[in-house]
Antibody, heavy 119, light 106 residues
């Protein structure tokens, strides 16, 4: 069965950095778009970034552009999110989600990892 | 417009039918998905391609589309359907979620 397990969340000060990881199993990782989606406490879902199966197409929400970098390692079936210059408003649960081979629209989601940005 | 608009809350009595709408210009050209999220849990896909139900999703969940509005219908709502529901679609380059609708079953 499809399994997505995020890790790397934690408490960081404003201006700091954090790297999130997502370990995938139960499907052919290299065939699928992958994305990061976040949810601030008590708020709705917000798309952060997606990456195509080969890594050839990448896009970011305006709120994180220039600060966050998405990447993937198909040999390790892993997705990453490097987050720099973190702000208080980046505090959220970050979900890793699987897309299809053609579009990033998510179907399966991980359980999420909490990132707290606070001084 | 790349925004998707949902009602913030709806309520239904057990066994009754409830509809949750999602409106946005992108829906005239792109498929929509619906996700169910219960407290403390990750979202679960309940409808994709406007009206297709993934394996394992109960038949009481259905979707429809008309112009710039998509609708999630729960026919015979159950207490366990109480959750937040989010619509989703995409522009050419961006992913976009609706603001979410809290469904209360009481």
């Amino acid at each position: 069965q499809v399994k997505l397990v995020e890790s790397g969340g934690g408490l960081v000060k404003p201006g700091g950095s954090l790297r999130l990881s997502c370990a995938a199993s139960g499907f052919t990782f290299s065939d699928h778009y992958m994305s990061w989606i976040r949810q601030a406490p008590g708020k709705g879902l917000e798309w952060v970034s997606y990456i195509a199966s080969s890594g050839s197409s990448i896009n970011y929400a305006d709120s994180v552009k220039g600060r966050f970098t998405i990447s993937r390692d198909n040999d390790k079936s892993s997705l990453y999110l490097q987050m720099n210059s973190l702000r208080v408003e980046d505090t959220a649960v970050y979900y890793c989600a699987r897309g299809t081979d053609l579009v990033p629209g998510p179907d399966y989601w991980g359980q999420g990892t909490l990132v707290t940005v606070s001084s | 417009s790349s925004e998707l608009t949902q009602p913030s809350s709806v309520s239904v009595s057990p066994g009754q039918t409830v509809m949750i709408t999602c409106s946005g210009g992108v829906l005239a050209k792109k498929y929509a998905r619906w996700f169910q999220q219960k407290p403390g849990q990750a979202p679960v896909l309940v409808i994709h391609k406007d009206d297709e139900r993934p394996l394992g999703i109960p038949e009481r969940f259905s979707g429809s589309s008309s112009g710039t509005t998509v609708t999630l219908t729960i026919s015979g709502a159950q207490v366990e359907d109480e959750a937040d529901y989010y619509c989703y679609s995409a522009t050419d380059n961006n992913m976009v979620f609706g603001g979410g609708t809290r469904l209360t079953v009481l």
